[in-house]
Antibody, heavy 117, light 111 residues
């Protein structure tokens, strides 16, 4: 069965960076887009960008240009998102979600990132 | 960016009641390939969102058929015909015809 297993919660300091992971199983990793979505406490959902692991192509929400960097490791079927220059506004839960033909059909369990000194 | 406006923000229902949620888009969601990429998600408390309906009206595998979707262009509706306790949570519409955006959510709670 399809599973997206995300890494654990992170507590990081302002100004630092964090890299979170999303390990895929149960399907051909290189055949589906992987999207990343942000959810701040009590708020809705915000799309960050996607990566196609088959060739590494990426596309970002302009708002997250320079903030998020998406990569993928085909050998371990793992997608990564690095967030840089962290501020309190980056404190949120981050989801990875698989997509085929523009449909988010499977989601990871989410990673809570807390930015605090 | 495409703005999706969901109404109502909160919905109180009794078990067995039928309810509808509206999602209105600031732009047409009809893609040049003829598809309309408007999907509905449910997020239960403490859980990630799950896909209910895609391409406006297609039911995701395993989703009960009391859920249905309709609409076109800029106006879309999710209907639940007979709410059950497991349906409680926050419903989101999401479009991916353009760069993906989500509606603000509709919280379904028990009356």
């Amino acid at each position: 069965q399809v599973q997206l297993q995300q890494s654990g919660a992170e507590l990081v300091k302002p100004g630092s960076s964090v890299k979170i992971s999303c390990k895929a199983s149960g399907y051909t990793f290189t055949s589906y887009d992987m999207h990343w979505i942000k959810q701040q406490p009590g708020n809705g959902l915000e799309w960050i960008g996607w990566i196609y692991p088959g060739n590494g192509n990426t596309k970002y929400n302009q708002k997250f240009n320079g903030k998020a960097t998406l990569t993928a490791d085909k050998s371990s079927s793992t997608a990564y998102m690095q967030l840089s220059s962290l501020t309190s506004e980056d404190s949120a839960v981050y989801f990875c979600a698989r997509s085929l033909r523009r449909v988010f059909d499977y989601w990871g369990q989410g990673v809570m990132v807390t930015v605090s000194s | 960016d495409v703005v999706l406006t969901q109404t109502p923000p909160t919905l109180s229902a009794t078990i067995g009641q039928s309810v509808s949620i509206s999602c209105r888009s600031s732009q047409s969601l009809l893609h040049s390939n003829g598809n309309t990429y408007l999907n509905w998600l449910l997020q239960r408390p403490g859980q990630p969102p799950q896909l209910l309906i895609y391409l406006v009206s297609r039911l995701e595998s395993g989703v009960p058929n009391r859920f249905s979707g309709s609409g076109s262009g800029t106006d879309f509706t999710l209907k639940i015909s007979g709410v059950e306790a497991e349906d409680l949570g926050v419903y989101y519409c999401v479009q991916s015809t353009h760069a993906p955006t989500f509606g603000g959510g509709t919280k379904l709670e028990l009356k």
